[in-house]
């Protein structure tokens, strides 16, 4: 099946399920069991979730005062940093030989590949569920009610919400408020250490050949049986020796490949055991067949290299979205966490004008991340990852 088939049959499926969904829930009485469907938006209103998170609170308090007193400093950094990144960047994008990195909406199947959002949805489960419930529980430590929480589906993600009583918030002082609202990201960027930390110990970082995500129907490495997140260790003794620099890994296999021609025959050692291929019928670009692939590196433990992979991508893609989550939440945009941090710093010093300048604020970074999308685009094409 082809990738535009693959990509019809996804959207086809998800609007039968959110039709059949939106039917159910004018149909059942799912109001009573705290359930609330809209249009792509279905959210779950735990009484369980509200009360855990009052229960975490009520322990170890002086640890989440540290937490909440750290995030702060941290939150000041974080938004001086996404700042910083998509001015950056936006000037980038604008030089014509510079390389900005591509800043564009996650839609699966148009900038991410549909085979990535296994691990997508599971990163940002962990991702904006533990955001949400650090909120939570940093709003209980100062004595901020709870007036809701519980999960949700968005299109195709699952989430979490928390909804302090706002009343109450506004009312707290401003240290109360900018430690509640800055804690989610602090809370995703501990995520991305501890991510980060754990592939450093878990994964030897010598790469030792590639994975393979894509493989062209008809070509020489399909017809030899090579699929989808099998390994090839080496070919014709390219990999064997890939060294500790990963770009240069990267160059030698380009190269290589790039020199195969028709009448070449390749003896792959692969995850699937030795392969011989035949090339017959060559293309400049993909002569192998391979449309996509990564550079594998090996755990520590002793599992095998399909569990090495999925581990891998699976803290990869948490990598990715808890750093994101982290950075681009506290940029002074509504209705990210980082629009309201900087309007409560202004209005404890400049209370008249903090409305108009967080208009303002909004305003102008909403224009700084469209022009990065669109530059983006321009410049990458709806980037595939």
């Given at each position: 099946?082809?990738?535009?088939?693959?990509?019809?049959?996804?959207?086809?499926?998800?609007?039968?399920?959110?039709?059949?969904?939106?039917?159910?829930?004018?149909?059942?009485?799912?109001?009573?069991?705290?359930?609330?469907?809209?249009?792509?938006?279905?959210?779950?209103?735990?009484?369980?979730?509200?009360?855990?998170?009052?229960?975490?609170?009520?322990?170890?308090?002086?640890?989440?005062?540290?937490?909440?007193?750290?995030?702060?400093?941290?939150?000041?950094?974080?938004?001086?940093?996404?700042?910083?990144?998509?001015?950056?960047?936006?000037?980038?994008?604008?030089?014509?030989?510079?390389?900005?990195?591509?800043?564009?909406?996650?839609?699966?199947?148009?900038?991410?590949?549909?085979?990535?959002?296994?691990?997508?949805?599971?990163?940002?489960?962990?991702?904006?569920?533990?955001?949400?419930?650090?909120?939570?529980?940093?709003?209980?430590?100062?004595?901020?009610?709870?007036?809701?929480?519980?999960?949700?589906?968005?299109?195709?993600?699952?989430?979490?919400?928390?909804?302090?009583?706002?009343?109450?918030?506004?009312?707290?002082?401003?240290?109360?408020?900018?430690?509640?609202?800055?804690?989610?990201?602090?809370?995703?960027?501990?995520?991305?250490?501890?991510?980060?930390?754990?592939?450093?110990?878990?994964?030897?970082?010598a790469p030792s050949g590639i994975v393979?995500?894509?493989?062209?129907?008809?070509?020489?490495?399909?017809?030899?049986?090579?699929?989808?997140?099998?390994?090839?260790?080496?070919?014709?003794?390219?990999?064997?020796?890939m060294g500790y620099n990963t770009g240069?890994?990267?160059?030698?296999?380009?190269?290589?490949?790039?020199?195969?021609?028709?009448?070449?025959?390749?003896?792959?050692?692969?995850?699937?055991?030795?392969?011989?291929?035949?090339?017959?019928?060559?293309?400049?670009?993909?002569?192998?067949?391979?449309?996509?692939?990564?550079?594998?590196?090996?755990?520590?433990?002793?599992?095998?290299?399909?569990?090495?992979?999925?581990?891998?991508?699976?803290?990869?893609?948490?990598?990715?979205?808890?750093?994101?989550?982290?950075?681009?939440?506290?940029?002074?945009?509504?209705?990210?966490?980082?629009?309201?941090?900087?309007?409560?710093?202004?209005?404890?010093?400049?209370?008249?004008?903090?409305?108009?300048?967080?208009?303002?604020?909004?305003?102008?970074?909403?224009?700084?991340?469209?022009?990065?999308?669109?530059?983006?685009?321009?410049?990458?094409?709806?980037?595939?990852?």
């Amino acid at each position: 099946m082809s990738y535009t088939q693959d990509l019809l049959s996804f959207g086809v499926s998800l609007l039968i399920f959110w039709l059949v969904v939106f039917l159910l829930g004018k149909i059942l009485p799912l109001e009573y069991y705290g359930i609330e469907v809209k249009p792509a938006y279905v959210t779950f209103k735990s009484s369980k979730f509200k009360a855990l998170l009052c229960r975490i609170s009520e322990k170890r308090r002086f640890f989440w005062k540290i937490l909440s007193n750290l995030s702060i400093a941290f939150g000041v950094g974080l938004t001086i940093y996404a700042i910083y990144f998509l001015l950056d960047n936006l000037l980038k994008l604008f030089e014509p030989g510079a390389q900005g990195a591509p800043v564009l909406p996650v839609l699966p199947g148009l900038t991410i590949r549909l085979y990535w959002l296994p691990y997508l949805l599971l990163a940002v489960s962990f991702g904006v569920i533990a955001h949400e419930a650090a909120h939570g529980v940093i709003a209980r430590i100062e004595d901020i009610s709870l007036k809701s929480a519980g999960l949700a589906f968005v299109i195709a993600f699952p989430a979490g919400f928390v909804e302090p009583d706002e009343k109450e918030f506004e009312d707290s002082p401003t240290l109360s408020k900018l430690r509640v609202v800055s804690v989610g990201s602090f809370v995703n960027l501990v995520m991305f250490l501890i991510v980060l930390f754990t592939m450093s110990a878990l994964f030897v970082n010598a790469p030792s050949g590639i994975v393979v995500t894509e493989v062209m129907e008809g070509s020489p490495l399909h017809r030899a049986g090579v699929q989808p997140w099998d390994v090839i260790y080496d070919i014709n003794g390219t990999l064997r020796d890939m060294g500790y620099n990963t770009g240069e890994a990267l160059q030698n296999l380009t190269r290589f490949i790039a020199s195969v021609t028709p009448g070449n025959t390749l003896e792959l050692a692969t995850s699937r055991g030795v392969r011989w291929i035949a090339i017959q019928n060559s293309t400049r670009e993909k002569p192998l067949g391979i449309l996509s692939y990564w550079i594998y590196y090996p755990s520590r433990t002793a599992f095998g290299s399909f569990f090495d992979v999925q581990l891998w991508f699976t803290l990869f893609w948490g990598q990715i979205v808890y750093s994101s989550l982290a950075i681009l939440n506290m940029l002074p945009l509504f209705p990210f966490d980082g629009e309201k941090f900087v309007f409560y710093m202004i209005k404890r010093f400049a209370k008249e004008r903090s409305e108009e300048l967080r208009i303002i604020l909004s305003a102008v970074f909403l224009g700084i991340i469209a022009g990065n999308m669109i530059l983006s685009f321009i410049k990458h094409g709806p980037f595939l990852f």
